[in-house]
């Protein structure tokens, strides 16, 4: 697998000084496999964007280190740059008056793609993430979500090693961040390193490859995204709807009730399931065997029910945690 695309040891970073100290990042270690994606989450404010910033050698750590391929971002920023292409949210960094591709043609000469083969990647490009259409209207023509497609093609062109995506689909709507979300996809086959920070759930759900947590500067989960949704404990919420006795064995097999509600004689009872496969369908049925049932819905839990659940939990250890404590996580969650 080799060095590591992001190695970042014991990062901390403090804007101001004195009573308008601010800590943006605590202790921060973890890392980045080689053409994996990272999906780094938590509430406004967390540090994610410093974090990133750091990785990008826009900002410069407090204390710690932070390597991307082996390159240290302080001491070998012209490495460091060379190997990263950077994505922030928002439609800034295009020239309004040029066209999608002259922009392109620009960036790419900028960032030290060969003569030759610029015109061949700046197309591939384009197309790759669907804008060849849009390719000679002005930039300023285009919608948000076209600008953040055409950044990711940017990404493509100058085939960075590295891409550091912040906060990518912001303001974009449902249709556009689906778009984008494919052409990021798209770009983990050629095999970049991506650190993609979001609050949508549904960026970290479709692309990541593993899932850390910052809250207040420090890092509570950094998991496998399979994981992750398992750090719940349990796999889907059951609901069943019935009339007359409510069935006794609900709480069996692992299942667990979360709430039971009863409006003219019809209840309504909601069940927590460890896993939902054949047995636990055979088991459901035979706790159900003698109610009568009126409906079944089950609804497999949600990343964002999941992330939920974490940021609850962490409040809850919250009091008890002081700057010297190990990070508190969900448990089940495996954290380093
Ligand atoms: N240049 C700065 N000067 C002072 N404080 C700063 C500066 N940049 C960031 N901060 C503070 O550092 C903390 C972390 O900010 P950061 O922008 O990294 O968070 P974030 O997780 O990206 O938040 P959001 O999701 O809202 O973008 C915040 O308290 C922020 O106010």
Redesign the pocket.
């Known amino acids: 697998m080799g060095v590591p695309a992001v190695e970042v040891t014991g990062v901390g ?1 403090v ?2 000084r004195g009573r ?1 100290e ?4 605590r202790d921060v270690t973890f890392e980045v496999a080689q053409g994996q994606i990272l999906g780094v989450l ?12 750091i990785l990008a050698t826009l900002l410069e750590p407090t204390t710690g280190t932070a390597r991307v391929f082996g390159h240290d971002v302080r001491r070998e920023l012209r490495a460091v740059r060379r190997l990263t292409g950077v994505v922030f949210g928002g439609d800034r960094g295009f020239y309004g008056a040029l066209s999608g591709r002259d922009n392109l043609r620009y960036f790419a000469m900028l960032a030290g793609v060969g003569r030759r083969t610029i015109r061949a990647k700046v197309d591939d490009a384009l197309a790759g993430v669907g804008l060849t259409d849009a390719a000679r209207r002005p930039v300023e023509t285009y919608s948000k979500g076209m600008r953040q497609r055409l950044h990711i093609a940017l990404g493509l062109v100058a085939e960075p090693r590295l891409l550091l995506l ?2 990518p689909t912001v303001g974009l709507d449902p249709v556009e961040a689906e778009r984008l979300r494919t052409s990021i996809a798209a770009l983990r086959r050629t095999g970049v390193s991506i650190l993609l ?1 979001s ?1 949508y759930l549904l960026d970290i759900e479709r692309l990541a490859d593993r899932v850390l947590v ?1 809250a207040q ?1 420090r890092v509570m989960v950094d998991t496998p995204a399979t994981e992750f949704a398992r750090s719940a404990g349990f796999a889907a919420t059951v609901t069943v709807q019935g009339r007359g006795p409510l069935p006794a064995r609900l709480d069996s097999y692992g299942m667990t009730v979360e709430s039971v509600e009863d409006q003219g004689g019809v209840w309504t009872a909601r069940l927590r399931v460890p896993d939902w496969g054949g047995e636990m369908f055979q088991q459901l049925s035979a706790a159900l065997a003698d109610a009568d049932v009126l409906g079944v819905d089950v609804a497999p839990v949600r990343l964002e029910d999941v992330y939920a659940l974490v940021m609850q939990r962490l409040a809850q250890d919250e009091p008890a945690r002081t700057a010297q404590d190990e990070p508190a996580g969900a448990a089940g969650v495996d954290r380093r």
């Open positions: 970073r804007f101001g308008h601010v800590v943006a990042l938590g509430s406004n404010g967390a540090g994610k964007t410093t974090l990133t910033k912040d906060e920070t609050h910052i500067g």
